[in-house]
């Protein structure tokens, strides 16, 4: 039964056991690998508390290598030209070596004259000089080597996801989504069922209500908001597939409508404000830019319509009590306590620029900045930009410069596709609502730390993955795809 349900899988994908030469034969076993190690790498990622725990994060990373020895040796036997050309491939290579640039730029030994040259260190001198702590030697240039070390492993997974996203075909592409979709979909249930009477499934969690396996409602609601787009694109390919069926939408329609549903309902009965915030954003924003299905009367105000509906029977179904969130004290205190936070991290971040405190060193090394307005300990600065520009300096702007760079391109090369009599082809709508769905990962950053935890994160690097594929090859005719009759590609 179990080899029954992974041939399936593997057909659907677009992996089917035909007389190869032993190369190919070789190259599409890898490709089984990588997609077989994928689709598990995604289905365990949420599993314990988003994966922010050391022993899934091992289980993680270990998965993460197996899916990037699958995609980097099938890389090697026949380059399928996923990483664009020229400049374009030079930026994905860049991203995707993250990891290694902050292993070379912080986790190198340095001799201790350079080390206490390094902006920041003065005070550490002084209180390796209290300690009576040796102060020769070498140094590696991060404040907290051991836990860069760690943060530098857990960048595997999100690599994984990255490249994975880049290498899959279009039909494995959507059977990965959908993968991805089906993860969501079993978190909102469980987090419905943790409303009723059944104290056990939050798991002996610090925070009840609506969570899932994860810590909290905002790592939780940020991970099914990310997958909102992909199902509304999904409903609109059901819709399109039977526009003229006497039922309507037909059965696959339905079933998307209810999934929507779902996770609609759970994102407003967890009551994370940013979740809903940005939830009700790309949502919105995918019913405006994705056109309507071909052939049928759907038209945009009909759209509007029907998401309107879906979310007043939501609001019926979970009532109104999450508003209490919104209310202005509520607000108050707590943008005040992220305010103190960014701030302070902030002066950090200008103390150790350019080159940074080390990546994952926030909690060893923020308590010095700390203020006394907050009582406790701080492991994060509930902004994971200020964060990041705290622990990695220069190096982090650098990267986010490069990332905006590849963004800018694929949001102007989409525009222009769309302008076009034909509009944007199935990948390309794909593409769309991928980078719909990171945009509420990165919005929901400025004020939580959803990068840090490995689920979300390798979710938002499978999106941006997806979103930054070569444009072409969807299903716009073309001569030879016409004169040969090759594969057409079935993602909606």
């Known amino acids: 039964m179990a080899g029954a349900g992974l041939g399936a899988l593997m057909r659907e994908a677009g992996v089917r056991p035909v007389a190869l030469a032993p190369a190919d034969r070789l190259g599409q076993t890898l490709q089984g690998l990588a997609l077989g190690a994928g689709v598990l790498l995604i289905v365990c990622a949420p599993l314990m508390r988003g994966g922010n725990r050391s022993v899934a994060l091992v289980a993680l990373e270990w998965l993460g290598l197996a899916v990037l020895l699958g995609v980097g040796l099938r890389g090697l036997l026949r380059p399928v030209g996923a990483w664009g050309h020229g400049s374009e491939r030079l930026g994905l290579l860049v991203l995707a070596a993250a990891p290694l640039w902050v292993a070379l730029v912080q986790l190198l030994p340095l001799p201790m004259g350079l080390w206490t040259a390094l902006p920041g260190r003065a005070f550490y001198l002084d209180v390796l000089a209290a300690v009576q702590a040796p102060g020769t030697g070498w140094r590696p240039a991060s404040l907290t080597p051991d836990a860069t070390w760690a943060a530098v492993l857990a960048g595997i997974p999100l690599v994984a996801c990255f490249a994975l996203a880049l290498a899959s075909t279009p039909a494995q ?58 199902v509304v694109l999904e409903l609109r390919g059901a819709w399109q597939h039977r526009p003229h069926h006497p ?44 056109p309507g299905p071909r052939g049928s009367r759907l038209g945009l105000p009909w759209r509007l319509g029907a998401l309107a509906a879906l979310v007043l029977l939501a609001l019926g179904a979970v009532g109104l009590d999450w508003m209490g969130r919104f209310a202005g004290q509520t607000v108050a205190a707590d943008s005040a306590f992220r305010h103190l936070l960014a701030t302070s991290t902030w002066t950090a971040a200008l103390e150790f620029w350019p080159l940074g405190s080390g990546l994952g060193s926030y909690a060893g090394v923020f308590p010095r900045f700390q203020p006394a307005e907050v009582s406790g300990f701080a492991p994060h600065a509930h902004s994971d930009y200020v964060q990041l520009l705290m622990e990695c300096g220069l190096l982090f702007v650098g990267l986010a410069a490069v990332a905006l760079w590849l963004l800018g391109r694929r949001a102007r090369g989409l525009a222009a596709r769309a302008r076009t009599p034909h509009g944007l082809d199935r990948q390309e709508r794909l593409m769309m609502v991928c980078g719909l769905g990171l945009l509420a990962l990165l919005l929901h950053a400025w004020v939580d730390f959803n990068l840090r935890i490995p689920a979300n994160a390798m979710l938002g ?32």
């Open 173 to 230: 592409l959507k059977t990965l989504t959908r993968v991805w979709i089906g993860g969501a979909l079993a978190q909102a249930l469980l987090g419905l069922a943790q409303l009723g009477p059944f104290p056990a499934l939050h798991f002996d969690s610090l925070f009840t209500g609506v969570i899932g396996t994860f810590a909290n409602r905002n790592h939780f609601t940020s991970f099914l908001v990310m997958t909102l787009p992909l």
């Open 247 to 290: 039922g309507g939408v037909g059965h696959a329609g339905w079933l998307w409508g209810v999934v929507l549903f779902v996770l609609v309902l759970a994102v407003l009965a967890a009551g994370s404000r940013a979740g809903i915030a940005t939830g009700v954003l790309v949502t919105l924003a995918t019913v405006l830019l994705l």
């Open 461 to 492: 690097a499978f999106l941006l993955g997806a979103l930054l594929r070569p444009l072409g090859g969807g299903d716009h005719p073309s001569p030879p795809a016409r004169a040969s009759g090759r594969e057409r590609t079935t993602a909606p």
